[in-house]
């Protein structure tokens, strides 16, 4: 097994206290950082795709994500002296009235994780102080909008035309969530949607 398969299996399995010395090695082998980097992707990748058919949960889910973090800040330097760290910020946050943020952690753990620097705003978002947020960061790549309740996909609506009608550009709005369709992203004016946090790292990387 290669180093660079065995950080794989190390991110896949949530190996946090392994995967930064399995980082290290590979590196030491002489593996480029963002061959890594692409690795842990990829496993994070697999195990996004074992949490969509229900094969894990939430909780292997989130650890993985930690290992890939722990992962990340092993490449970080590596990766900065390169000039292939990143991406492009992201906006990140719930919208108002909804208070759920295992989701959305999951996804700014996931698109930081992909090479985004990630703004997180949290959660009950309202729409105006996202548009705060992109008017202070103009160099926002991704706005991500989330909402896990049928309840709040109103306000889902109202924020995605409020940042569409604001003049504000040079940036795409991705929407995920549990109540949230393809169709629905599409008929509120989203960019993209992403059905769960392993889909959202690979969209926002596909918008940039």
Do not use: W
């Not at 705060?132 to 926002?140: F, L, M, Q, R, Y």
């Amino acid at each position: 097994m290669s180093k660079i398969d065995e950080v794989k299996a190390g991110v896949a399995a949530g190996k946090t206290k392994v995967v930064p010395g399995l980082v290290q090695e590979a590196l030491n082998e002489g593996q480029a950082a963002t061959a890594i980097l692409e690795a842990m992707v990829e496993a994070m990748g697999v195990v996004g795709d074992k949490f969509s058919s229900g094969e894990i949960f939430v909780p292997e889910m989130l650890v993985a994500g930690k290992a890939m973090q722990k992962g990340v800040e092993v490449l970080k330097p590596v990766l900065a002296g390169s000039g292939a760290v990143s991406l492009g910020k992201c906006i990140i946050g719930t919208v108002a009235g909804d208070l759920h943020d295992i989701g959305k952690n999951l996804v700014a753990l996931m698109i930081g994780s992909a090479g985004f620097d990630v703004i997180d705003l949290g959660v009950d978002v309202p729409a105006d102080k996202f548009i705060e947020t992109i008017k202070a960061n103009p160099d926002v790549k991704v706005v991500a909008c989330s909402a896990l309740l049928t309840t709040t996909m109103p306000a889902m609506k109202e924020t995605v035309e409020t940042i569409k009608a604001s003049g504000l550009t040079g940036f795409k709005v991705l929407v995920g969530g549990a109540p949230i369709t393809p169709e629905f992203a599409s008929s509120i004016g989203a960019d993209a949607y992403a059905r769960d946090a392993g889909g959202a790292a690979v969209k926002a990387k596909e918008l940039v």
